[in-house]
């Protein structure tokens, strides 16, 4: 039943089986694919005499050079620091105005915080750090908690109403929720927080709606915001005189805010970075400040 | 007559009535799933499998009167489950290629999620997955294993209701996977996600897929066993390991869709890489692999190349892809040693699996000028030759030091691509222009310039989709491990996103010609069927051989 045949093209010998008209010639493996095949077996059983791979029991052979993930891994962190010190000692040990004085250190500041900024901050703050509603713009001279590296680190360390028991604690309450004001109230000191930015609001036809709410200031925003509203920054109260507004400067949003209150997070970052890391983005994000007026 | 009175006028009475009863059992599991998890998200799949069950009994119920089908079926082989199967495949191809234009655009675009839950990037990326690896792949896989298992043993298929129960049952099982994805159910596996129920359910299916090839197989004919259905066989047989191994978990309670894998740890990481190489190895290569050994001589019209290099790249692949999943693993918590070894075997898997596309484009000697004139025999051609770039690369990525730049990044997927669109859809599409003219014995496919089109189309987008992920992933490799002088990394995550950018606007254009292709492929194969008339010179396939007295 097997018939062997010639193919006229190779000049091979078929192997005399046949399915449905597919036929197969009987060509030898060619030389070339068992060399090929030899090499790969010879590299892999190097790598098996070199380095750990075969299981035997409860442990597995080690490999001539003696080389283990684990300790490849320690190596490497280790020897990165090794590389990192000369620029972060001095970060972590030396205070922030020689750092700021020092142009050189200031460039390598630059760069390394531009990462950490990029990998830690953008999400909220964004990858240019001007922020979006409900997170402050860190590239202006504006700072609810005060903009100097220091007072940046603590805000980095402790976060603003985060888990760390030192947290920064900053509340605006719900005036209008929680049945502190009156609907009318809230309407009027929206109009005068409005007028400290926008002074041509005060016509003769809000000029009493705005004097109302002056009262209604003086009685429950001030203790926070201060007498003048330019915000107080060691409680995180935010200035309401300027243009600069973390959640909107309309007179909608300002109604919204007294309503319905604020509370933003910002996370603690004390046990997630090094000293250097944190005193590095401390820096750079004042930087960022210094560069825009 | 219509095509389902057709198709069931196939089936006796007795056949009917027994295939009746499998949908209304299917359909009372559904309803009980349903009812048990009313509470849960678990009661939408319930509705489903009854709806899906019901829809087919209800068809049978309304033919159950049909005539009994005249003459000897067992002397025809039986197609009309291959026909529905290339259908579905091409169908699902649309779909999930679909999906995955509209994922790449996603990352380019993330607006395009349009504030939905259900069309977030994590939800439609499975069923992208899904749709293009088990709806089309799996479905082109069955249909043709069907159609050569049968031609290349002169045997007709050794049951009248299994091989719709095998094709029908498992598109349920596609259909409550990707169904799942959309509401959030997942098992959170790679290539896996399809929960408890669903992967229950696939079992059942597999294990008749299995039974019913080994039946047909023994039916045989001819002495021997091709090489396809020795592929083919270890496609179904590895699937339905992996598949078990990989899925074992414990439902929260029957009434819920959540499930908990009893694998702990780095020992789930590894059983599930072991599963997903495997995965890739035995759905999309070994079974294309059966596909490659029929169309491919049949269209060349020319002899394999070599007998010895298929034995030696079937072994060769069956033994060292076993060993190689995890080089997915490489630099994580799992022993040193594993990764090792995963490293050292995926290389040596090189040179059985350039064999194979070797033993292919070596068969094409002496019909070099079929593959300049004829685009059907130039897919399975540009196949083979994706075949021998990607698992080149595999190999290559699998070195541990080349996987600490490639791992995470786009270079990953532009390697998966290479195989699965150069690869994989490149050798169904070639495999299907060739049957769908035997098939439905039409003298050729309605239109060779079509096919033509169809061919530059899937070419020009894989080779932009993989240029773009080659760069857009070796960047990304380089600037993940760039330092400044001071030893600072030099980039941000985000920074390495913004370079992307262009890539995946190339990309999504890339898939985008990828897809257009597939429906043209789609709108010649409909034509093929209504416009072009039947064959009347074509040489027929060979015939059933005539049973054994006292079978």
């Known amino acids: 039943m097997e018939v062997k045949e010639r193919d006229p093209v190779t000049g091979r010998q078929t192997t005399g089986h046949e399915w449905n008209g597919i036929k197969e010639l009987d060509t030898p493996v060619p030389r070339g694919v068992l060399i090929f095949l030899i090499v790969t077996h010879?590299?892999?059983i190097a790598w098996w005499f070199l380095v750990p791979s075969w299981p035997i029991g409860t442990t597995y052979t080690k490999g001539f050079l003696g080389v283990d993930q684990h300790t490849t891994v320690e190596q490497s962190i280790v020897q990165g620091q090794a590389e990192r010190a000369p620029w972060t000692e001095r970060v972590v040990a030396e205070p922030y105005e020689t750092i700021l004085a020092d142009t050189a250190l200031m460039q390598t500041v630059r760069s390394a915080g531009g990462q950490l900024f990029g990998d830690n901050c953008a999400a909220c703050h964004g990858r240019d750090a001007s922020g979006r509603a409900g997170y402050p713009d860190l590239t202006d001279d504006d700072w609810l908690w005060g903009g100097e590296p220091e007072t940046i680190e603590q805000t980095l360390r402790l976060g603003i109403n985060a888990a760390h028991p030192d947290s920064r604690i900053a509340q605006m309450p719900a005036f209008g929720r929680d049945q502190m004001l009156e609907r009318t109230q809230i309407h009027d000191v929206a109009a005068f927080v409005f007028s400290l930015s926008n002074p041509d609001y005060s016509t003769e036809e809000t000029v009493d709606r705005i004097a109302s709410g002056r009262e209604v200031f003086?009685?429950?925003?001030?203790?926070?915001?201060?007498?003048?509203?330019e915000g107080i920054a060691d409680i995180g109260a935010p200035n309401l005189t300027d243009d600069r507004w973390v959640y909107g400067g309309d007179m909608e949003t300002i109604i919204a805010s007294v309503h319905g209150g604020r509370?933003?997070?910002?996370?603690?970052?004390?046990?997630?970075?090094?000293?250097?890391?944190?005193?590095?983005?401390?820096?750079?994000?004042?930087?960022l400040g210094m560069r825009r007026p | 007559m219509n095509v389902t009175d057709r198709m069931i006028g196939q089936l006796t009475s007795g056949e009917r009535e027994a295939a009746l009863v499998i949908c209304g059992v299917t359909a009372l599991a559904g309803a009980a799933l349903g009812l048990v998890g009313r509470h849960d998200v678990v009661a939408w799949h319930g509705l489903l499998i009854l709806l899906f069950a019901g829809g087919f009994g209800f068809l049978l119920m309304t033919r159950i009167g049909l005539p009994e089908p005249t003459g000897d079926r067992g002397t025809s082989y039986y197609d009309d489950p291959i026909k529905a199967g290339i259908t579905l495949a091409m169908a699902w191809a649309v779909f999930g290629m679909f999906m995955g234009v509209w994922v790449a655009a996603q990352l380019a675009w993330p607006d395009l999620a349009f504030d939905g839950g259900w069309s977030t990037f994590g939800r439609l990326r499975p069923t992208h997955t899904t749709g293009v690896i088990f709806g089309f792949g799996g479905n082109a896989l069955i249909a043709t294993s069907f159609h050569v298992v049968q031609r290349t043993s002169r045997a007709r298929l050794a049951g009248q209701i299994s091989p719709w129960f095998v094709l029908l049952g498992y598109n349920l099982f596609c259909l409550l996977a990707v169904s799942g994805y959309l509401l959030g159910v997942t098992q959170s596996k790679e290539y896996a996600e399809a929960e408890w129920y669903a992967d229950l359910w696939l079992v059942i299916v597999w294990v008749t897929y299995f039974i019913l090839y080994l039946r047909t197989l023994a039916r045989r004919r001819e002495p021997h066993i091709y090489v396809a259905n020795w592929y083919f066989m270890a496609f179904i047989v590895v699937v339905a390991i992996l598949h078990i191994v990989n899925n074992l978990a414990l439902p929260v309670s029957w009434g819920h869709a959540k499930s908990y894998t009893i694998w702990p740890g780095v020992q789930d990481a590894m059983v599930q890489w072991w599963y997903g190489h495997n995965a890739v190895a035995f759905f999309l290569t070994a079974g294309f692999l059966g596909m490659l050994y029929y169309y491919l001589p049949v269209r060349a019209e020319r002899p394999i190349f070599s007998y010895r290099l298929s034995i030696l790249s079937f072994w060769g692949i069956t033994f060292f892809y076993m060993w190689a999943g995890s080089h997915h693993l490489h630099y994580?918590?799992?022993?040193?040693?594993?990764q090792t070894l995963g490293m050292t075997f995926s290389v040596m898997l090189l040179v059985p699996s350039w064999a194979s596309a070797g033993n292919a484009l070596l068969t094409l000697n002496g019909a070099w000028h079929r593959v300049r004139d004829d685009a059907t025999l130039r897919f399975m051609m540009a196949a083979a030759v994706f075949y021998?770039?990607?698992t080149f690369e595999g190999s290559f990525l699998a070195i541990r030091p080349v996987n600490a730049l490639s791992h995470y990044t786009d270079w990953t997927v532009g390697h998966v691509h290479a195989g699965a669109l150069g690869w994989v859809a490149l050798i169904t599409f070639g495999s299907f222009y060739t049957l769908v003219p035997r098939l439905w014995k039409r003298e050729r496919m309605y239109s060779a310039a079509l096919v033509e089109v169809h061919f530059w189309l899937s070419i020009a987008g894989t080779l932009i989709y993989v240029f773009a992920m080659w760069n857009s992933g070796i960047i990304q490799g380089l600037m993940w491990r760039t330092y400044t002088e001071d030893g600072a990394l030099a980039y941000s995550f985000v920074d390495s996103l913004v370079a992307m950018y262009p890539y995946y606007i190339a990309r999504a254009f890339g898939g985008l010609l990828f897809l257009i292709g597939a429906i043209v492929g789609c709108y010649n194969m409909w034509m093929t069927v209504r416009a072009v008339p039947e064959a009347t010179r074509r040489a027929a396939d060979e015939p059933v051989a005539a049973a054994v007295p006292g079978e």
Do not use: F, K, N
């Open chain 1, 218 to 229: 003086a009685a429950s925003c001030a203790a926070c915001h201060g007498d003048a509203g």
């Open chain 2, 332 to 338: 994580t918590a799992l022993p040193h040693w594993v």
């Open chain 1, 263 to 287: 509370q933003g997070h910002m996370p603690t970052w004390d046990e997630r970075m090094t000293d250097a890391e944190i005193r590095t983005l401390s820096l750079y994000v004042h930087d």
């Open chain 2, 388 to 390: 021998g770039i990607s």
């Open chain 1, 42 to 44: 010879i590299w892999a």
